[in-house]
């Protein structure tokens, strides 16, 4: 049902993705034969391809695709896939969408120099076709996404996290990547700084809504989907479902409740803190939240002119926050 859904919203740019996949994998192409083994493998691995997609339907919902917009689609995937693969080994994780990541089947050395090779051919193919103000939006970008792994890092250390400092972590760690996406795709097509900047703050809201989509999924019953549950819990990353729980709570509870995270990996606390979670209503507050980003989505498309684009990124909000995986 799902492949379904996003079969629909692809289809106003199904001939501008088939050239960027076609392109994509040429601009991945090295003269080194593990290199082509890794990235043969993450082109079989590709997800569900939300970033382009936002490119292309931002640039056609406020001009014409052309070459800048397929330079900006290849940007943000290089630097998506490098930071995914960059992401995994800064967490140790053996696993993404299901499938052995990068560093699980060829360990961390080679998986770190692979995502810097693909940080370095988004320089190089920018540069080579003097697409600056792009390249400037890129590299923003890296620069946010970096702070707010670190800033995550550091609050999940002391485990003082609250509301704000959860929204601005997943703001630097994934909504700016949403927001780069629809204002390169506006850029690509000279539209107005009017235009870009509702798309920027679209992309962001977007971006919201689906990290807060994603870090519900951490509380669904192991199994039903590729990411296990409790992952997050382990890794003592306090997201928005706990920190709304630790709120409605007394001292010693959240003593005792902190106490158990930080003794998940070893012992099997889980079930109890998910039934802690949603006994004080965090579930319910996150996916209330998470609505409230993709309605302020909705608002600012609402604004731009009815056509096939302007639908589909309507259906990709709604897609977002009622995926199952």
């Keep these: 049902m799902n492949s379904l859904k996003l079969n629909k919203i692809k289809s106003p740019i199904e001939k501008e993705l088939t050239v960027f996949e076609s392109q994509f994998k040429k601009e991945l192409l090295s003269g080194t034969p593990l290199l082509n083994r890794v990235t043969n493998y993450i082109l079989k691995k590709k997800g569900k391809q939300i970033r382009p ?27 998506h896939t490098a930071t995914l693969i960059h992401d995994d080994v800064v967490d140790n994780s053996n696993k993404r969408r299901g499938f052995f990541s990068i560093n699980a089947l060829w360990k961390n050395k080679i998986a770190v120099l692979v995502g810097d090779y693909l940080l370095s051919k988004g320089l190089i193919l920018s540069v080579n076709n003097n697409e600056f103000e792009l390249l400037s939006i890129v590299s923003k970008t890296v620069q946010e996404m970096s702070e707010g792994e670190l800033l995550q890092i550091e609050k999940s250390r002391l485990m003082n996290h609250n509301e704000d400092d959860y929204l601005k972590i997943i703001e630097q760690k994934t909504a700016v990547l949403f927001a780069a996406c629809c204002k390169s795709g506006a850029i690509s097509v000279n539209s107005t700084r009017k235009q870009v900047d509702a798309l920027y703050d679209f992309g962001l809201n977007l971006g919201l809504a689906f990290q807060l989509k994603d870090d519900l999924f951490d509380y669904q ?8 549950t409790g992952i997050d819990i382990k890794e003592k990353k306090l997201t928005l479902p706990l ?35 949603k006994s004080k209503g965090g579930l319910d507050y996150a996916t209330k939240k998470m ?28 897609f977002i926050v009622n995926r199952n995986h």
Excluded: C, M, W
């Design 291 to 318: 609505h409230e980003f993709a309605d302020k989505a909705h608002n600012i498309l609402a604004k731009f002119e009815d056509g096939e684009a302007k639908e589909s990124l309507i259906q990709l909000t709604n």
């Design 221 to 228: 019953q192991q199994n039903t989907l590729n990411k296990p």
């Design 53 to 79: 997609i936002l490119v292309f339907l931002s640039s056609k919902l406020v001009g014409k695709t052309n070459k800048s917009t397929f330079i900006a689609a290849s940007l943000i995937e290089i630097l």
């Design 243 to 277: 920190i709304y729980a630790l709120s409605q709570s007394d001292f010693l509870t959240k003593r005792r409740v902190k106490s158990l995270i930080s003794k998940s990996k070893k012992n099997n606390n889980l079930n109890e803190i998910v039934s802690f979670v």
